[in-house]
């Protein structure tokens, strides 16, 4: 081992190591991430301990134990998956879907359109349910969607569009989807909704749930959290082929969780800083918080609209954690932006599909869904 | 949106709050993750930034730069994927494998059996080069192979065997597969040797190498530096179907490290602590660095052959930073195991396969690769 050459750096000093990170403290009003309230910094920064360590299983269990109350489910699969909220999406899609399946996807949004990407690779048919962006799909387009395609095996829907800032009617979708095809399993994208906007997916009925941590559960971006209930769970242990991703198998999984098997090493830090940000929001109460993210946005965008600008999304579906705005003409959307956040350390979002180049994304999530933060973008926006 | 029910949590003091996590301080002397300095647990708690922010994407290219300095490649396609070590694997092995190519795999322990998972996930037709666990994979058994199976897409195999100790001859094994099939791509798990024994992309003619975070690098788990080189970029681009997985997809993953364009919310947090953790690493130098954990590993399985343990990988094959020592008759390994952890806070892992209950695997790795950590290890072990 001594011979190996490694020449490219011999020693201390050889190579040039660029300076510390020093990142600025910015005010993040777009479309995740939020900012991290310092418990959950400081829980991050905590030394590690292993993955298997009987002290760290305990915290894994009860950041599961929180998730359930922040999903409202009782499902005993529901845990973080290792990765951002699109690897949530892959890791329900993955699961549930086999080649050959027919999944029927609402799209109104870039989620909903990625949603497809990923059940097409999973060798499904995907027939899509289309709404005009901005705008909700309807209940009733679900349920002759799925009468259309009897057998469909998935039928999966965004309940807050990031692209779009549009709140599904999730409870109506999830019950014309159940009365359509009571066989069909229901996922729910809850990205950008969970720990804002209430998520109830028991109540609902919806059999798969994911998320991520960087909107309004004020946690950095690493983690997803997802639930499995009971009809899915058994659709993974049914299937007729191997889940083709080994990372995200849900039986792999559950065997760490349920068995202490080892299957990939947990991202332990980011498990601590998410058992702080969801030790906070049960805190607050999910009431409370819902409430205070609906007050927030309900006032950023009577503002606006006072103040001359769009508001793209439809009237009564918007969501209060994610104005998508309109600028009024003779503003230059994308400048505004760049000199908010280089001036102001202010950063709100760019707009995405066909009016991106005179839209904002901008987000009052977690910690910024507060009267301070609105004051703050109402004095920074122009008009 | 106010009408929605949310029973589960009405406001503040309804639900039953776990306390703070509060996490033992242990040594972490298993097979990963290990111990992480206190400049990186700084970083981590950083305020966090956008992922498209200017000042995060600059981080980001840092990142990238010293990566290459570490793996010893001039790649542009480095940087960490957004999971575990197992999430580098699957990003090697999905990007390169279509349904029907041939993966020929070396195994020779529990990593290299999972290869042969993920690859047959990705309906390659997995042909596998054995050897006894504990032993070295023989470069003419990968020549042989390769001989026997032409066309064959992808070489695979295991640097640094995680479950035995074992360093593969990754230089040899490269040039016989070259010399052997000049065509075929080679992919290399560099897992736990990343950091701490020398890793040599470009010089071994590797064509994918991927690792984790939290061994040798001495930062916490949740992120898996790879590597792509040039002709694994163009097999990626003329694939004939999509890669199955739309997460760990390297054409969108480039898409925002060249284009800045979203693909999913980066891990900032994370790449905060890895930036940190890879600018230690680079300040001590790569071969200072490889020579510290010789010295540690060597010194340790030395007094250890000393007590009457056995050393379970072969003589000559041993990494110094994953010792697989078999216990003397006499002794409960489990049991010392677990009072290791409870009465010193001391971790060693268990071990794995046919010798699991009598083997113990110790890890030297990253910060703890000292003599004073091989000096509380043999103050504390047995014999």
């Known amino acids: ?76 699969a529901t845990f973080p998956v290792s990765g951002t909220g699109s690897a949530g999406m892959e890791a329900a ?60 095996r998935v039928l999966a829907f965004v309940h807050a569009e990031t692209s779009t800032g549009v709140e599904s009617d999730a409870a109506a979708v ?16 809850a990205v950008t909704s969970l720990g804002g906007t209430a998520v109830e997916v028991d109540a609902w009925g919806a059999d798969v749930c994911y998320s991520g941590t960087q909107k309004c559960l004020a946690v950095p971006p690493g983690l997803a959290p997802i639930t499995f209930g009971p009809r899915a769970v058994e659709r ?41 940000g969801l030790r906070i929001v049960l805190e607050e109460g999910l009431a409370s918080r819902r409430d205070r993210h609906v007050r927030a946005g309900t006032r950023l965008q009577a503002v606006l609209e006072d103040r001359g600008y769009g508001l793209f999304a439809a009237p009564g579906a918007r969501l209060p954690q994610l104005t998508t705005a309109l600028v ?11 000199r908010l956040l280089m001036e102001r350390n202010l950063e709100i979002g760019a707009g995405v599909g066909a009016h991106a180049t005179r839209m904002w994304r901008i987000g009052l999530m977690g910690e910024n869904a507060t009267d301070a933060v609105v004051d703050v973008l109402l004095d920074a926006l122009p008009g």
Chains 1, 2 share one sequence.
Not at 21 to 30: E, N, S
Not at 174 to 189: E, F, G, M, W, Y
Not at 328 to 338: L, N, S, T, Y
């Open 1 to 76: 081992m001594n011979e190996l050459p490694h020449d490219h750096a011999g020693g201390a000093g050889d190579v040039a190591v660029p300076p510390a990170a020093a990142l600025p403290a910015r005010l993040l009003c777009g479309p995740g991430p939020s900012n991290v309230p310092p418990r959950v910094l400081e829980a991050l920064s905590r030394p590690i301990v292993g993955h298997l360590d009987p002290a760290f299983l305990a915290v894994m269990d009860e950041v599961s134990a929180m998730l359930r109350l922040v999903f409202g489910t009782a499902n005993r």
């Open 93 to 152: 899609l993955t699961n549930l879907l086999e080649p050959g399946d027919t999944a029927v996807v609402c799209v109104n949004g870039l989620f909903g359109e990625r949603m497809c990407d990923v059940a097409h690779r999973c060798g499904a048919d995907v027939v899509r349910v289309e709404a005009e962006w901005g705008r909700r799909v309807e209940p009733d387009a679900v349920a002759d969607a799925l009468t259309s395609h009897r057998g469909a």
């Open 174 to 189: 999830c019950a014309a989807a159940s009365a359509a095809a009571p066989d069909v399993l229901v996922v729910v994208d």
């Open 236 to 276: 993974v242990q049914t299937r007729r082929t191997a889940v083709q991703s080994w990372y995200f198998d849900l039986s792999l999984i559950t065997g760490y969780l349920d068995e202490r098997a080892y299957h990939h090493t947990a991202p332990v830090s980011m498990l601590a800083g998410l058992h702080e």
């Open 328 to 338: 009024p003409a003779g503003i230059d959307a994308a400048e505004v932006r760049r």
